[in-house]
């Protein structure tokens, strides 16, 4: 039994790492040049909620170091696409906003990948699609 779980273990994260290798490489090659998958997500993450946050608070929630983040943000803001200014409250902090440069960047980029990615939903099926969302979700959960 053991044999077979540890089996089943290796195949779920061999499945996971390519698909991940297989998404990343599409997504790289559609992406508008000089964007990279990081920056449209922090693009997309600070576009949705519409909100400023903390490079601390986008570090854990993308799960990568401090220092990772703050070299995606130095890039996203010297292509004038977030603006980072100082916490008014702790000056220790600082605050990362998205600009209307970065809102238009984050909507082409969107635009851009949007046929491939709903490519991947007709072909498997929307009832597919969803039923994976929970699954990996937990995946994502259990591993952060």
Wanted: glycine share 6%; aromatic share 6%; net charge positive.
């Amino acid at each position: 039994m053991t044999q077979d779980k540890n089996a089943l273990a290796i195949l779920l994260f061999s499945e996971l790492l390519a698909a991940d290798h297989a998404v990343r490489g599409s997504l790289t090659k559609i992406l508008p040049k000089g964007m990279e998958i990081s920056h449209f997500s922090v693009l997309n993450v600070l576009a949705f909620k519409g909100e400023e946050s903390t490079p601390a608070k986008l570090a854990e929630r993308f799960n990568v170091t401090r220092g990772a983040m703050t070299n995606t943000l130095n890039k996203l803001q010297w292509a004038g696409y977030i603006h980072v200014r100082p916490d008014w409250d702790d000056a220790r902090r600082k605050i990362v906003q998205i600009s209307p440069a970065g809102r238009q960047a984050r909507d082409d980029a969107f635009a851009a990948i949007t046929p491939t990615i709903n490519k991947v939903v007709d072909d498997l099926g929307e009832e597919q699609a969803r039923a994976a969302l929970p699954i990996l979700r937990g995946i994502r959960k259990q591993l952060a």
